[in-house]
């Protein structure tokens, strides 16, 4: 009879009835190639949204309203020792540009904007406004 | 009940429902099912009615499920998620269930139009006969994927393809159906309203994680903007929904048992219908002199279902 660990590996060994457990550690996520997070939507994408850590304050409002689960998130430890979410970065084979994330950012100086597909990282960073753009 | 009490800890939580599927950017859908499926630790099976979401979410080889997933018509996913659940049931007592020291719930996702038109008998048979499972109707009030036409979801004076605006008509005639009422007077032992985005994450994810540990059938009516057919910029979408919080045009409450009403949260200020109406493409039409009476009518209408709300809630009944 086949195991779970066989079943996570190939649909054909699911017997009826099974119910598979859901793959929820991420040391030993088990993605099939087959799943979508493995695929490209890039081409949507007319802006792209960029990232800046230094001015995020990891509220984590991207993450929790992003439709295709776009932000890349690392478990830390915060000073009292309770885990916490860390932003990272953006996927961009996932994203489609929505936008929806710069629009939730909270910091007075976004740390999310939209900026042409084509245009580098690294130069949308040196062009990010300062308090001084404002008004 | 997986405890969720912040968001820098929730957000650890691995992402169940992967990107890379094909809703439109912006789609509010997405971040429903996210909030829902993220919301339990349990091994979970789902059920999906046609509709965007089965469609997109699903495109052959490809699939964003990181949990056991059932493809099912457009009218059966309740009965299809009893199904599966009578099945385990079953299983499990005769001692065959594969991981039977793990808790398995059930969840089905429908759109409106799989749930307030054409799924309704196998949700109501369903619960009826009192699977254990969650039900979660994405209501965009239209039949989406299949080019946005009206539902008994649709508010009235929508436009929509078989509503449409024009010389003789100000769109949706018929008022929205309050398929959230008429589930509680099946008696379910849960059900809820939600709304998707930053303001009411914890809200919709409180209420998911509530309904996932409570036994029996619940259901959970989840305004899901659309940002092709409600014609509304993709960045929008978590202002559209907030929105319809704060004009009452959708508001937050839960029942529990059949009965016991209470309003999960109550706008400072209620804000005039216009706001939220005015932002949509579906209901620019409504803003002519001819038409503005049928704005004073919605507002009525919001006035009058918020007061009832309120004194249901205070009659404790
Ligand atoms: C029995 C049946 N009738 C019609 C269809 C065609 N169909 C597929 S999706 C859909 C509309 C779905 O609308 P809704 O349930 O509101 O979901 P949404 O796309 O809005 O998320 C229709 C009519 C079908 N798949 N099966
Ligand atoms: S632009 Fe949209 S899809 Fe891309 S990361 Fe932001 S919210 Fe996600
Ligand atoms: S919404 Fe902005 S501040 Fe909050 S975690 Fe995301 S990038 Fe950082
Ligand atoms: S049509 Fe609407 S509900 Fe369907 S995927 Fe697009 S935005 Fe989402």
Redesign the interface.
């Known amino acids: 009879m086949a195991?779970?660990k066989d079943?996570m590996t190939t649909w054909d060994k699911i017997q009826p009835?099974?119910?598979?457990?859901?793959?929820?550690?991420?040391e030993h996520?088990v993605?099939s190639k087959?799943?979508?997070?493995?695929?490209?939507?890039a081409d949507?994408r007319v802006e792209k949204p960029v990232f800046n850590r230094d001015l995020c304050i990891?509220?984590?409002?991207c993450?929790?309203?992003?439709?295709?689960?776009?932000f890349i998130?690392e478990?830390v430890e915060?000073k009292r020792g309770?885990?916490?979410?860390k932003i990272v970065g953006i996927?961009y084979?996932?994203?489609?540009?929505?936008?929806?994330c710069?629009?939730?950012c909270p910091t007075p100086i976004k740390s999310l904007l939209m900026f042409p597909e084509f245009m580098d990282n690294e130069e949308a960073l040196k062009q990010w406004p300062t308090k001084d753009d404002k008004k | 009940m997986k405890k969720i009490t912040n968001l820098k800890e929730f957000a650890c939580t691995p992402d169940r429902f992967q990107g890379g599927h094909r809703l439109c950017p912006g789609c509010a859908h997405g971040m429903i099912v996210r909030e829902v499926v993220n919301a339990t630790d349990d091994d979970l099976v789902i059920s999906t009615a046609t509709g965007c979401l089965e469609v997109c979410s699903a495109i052959y080889p490809y699939t964003s499920w990181d949990v056991s997933w059932l493809h099912i018509g457009f009218e059966n996913a309740a009965a299809g998620i009893s199904g599966a659940e009578a099945m385990y049931k079953a299983l499990s007592r005769k001692n065959r269930s594969y991981n039977p020291d793990k808790n398995v719930k059930f969840v089905a996702f429908g759109g409106d139009g799989g749930t307030y038109d054409i799924g309704f008998q196998s949700l109501s048979g369903a619960t009826e006969r009192g699977h254990d499972f969650l039900y979660v109707c994405l209501d965009n009030e239209g039949y989406m994927n299949t080019g946005g036409q009206r539902s008994s979801s649709t508010p009235v004076g929508a436009h929509t393809t078989t509503s449409p605006r024009g010389r003789v008509s100000y769109g949706e005639k018929n008022r929205k159906k309050d398929l959230t009422m008429i589930m509680a007077a099946h008696g379910c032992p849960y059900v809820a309203t939600a709304v998707p985005g930053t303001k009411h994450w914890k809200d919709l994810a409180t209420k998911a994680a509530k309904a996932i540990s409570t036994v029996g059938p619940t259901f959970i009516n989840a305004l899901s903007p659309c940002t092709t057919e409600w014609k509304f910029k993709p960045e929008d979408t978590t202002e559209i929904a907030d929105l319809a919080v704060e004009t009452c045009m959708f508001p937050l409450y839960e029942i529990e048992d059949g009965h016991k009403l209470t309003i999960t949260y109550r706008p400072k200020q209620k804000i005039p219908v216009e706001e939220y109406l005015g932002r949509q493409g579906r209901f620019a039409h409504l803003f002519k002199p001819e038409n503005k009476w049928v704005i004073e009518e919605i507002q009525k209408q919001i006035d009058e279902y918020w007061e009832y709300l309120q004194r249901r809630e205070e009659a404790g009944v």
């Open positions: 195991t779970p079943m009835g099974a119910v598979l457990p859901s793959f929820e550690d991420p996520k993605r087959f799943n979508s997070f493995n695929y490209k939507v949507w990891d509220c984590d409002f993450w929790v309203s992003c439709p295709d689960s776009c998130v478990e915060n309770k885990k916490q979410a996927n084979n996932l994203c489609k540009g929505c936008g929806v710069v629009d939730v």
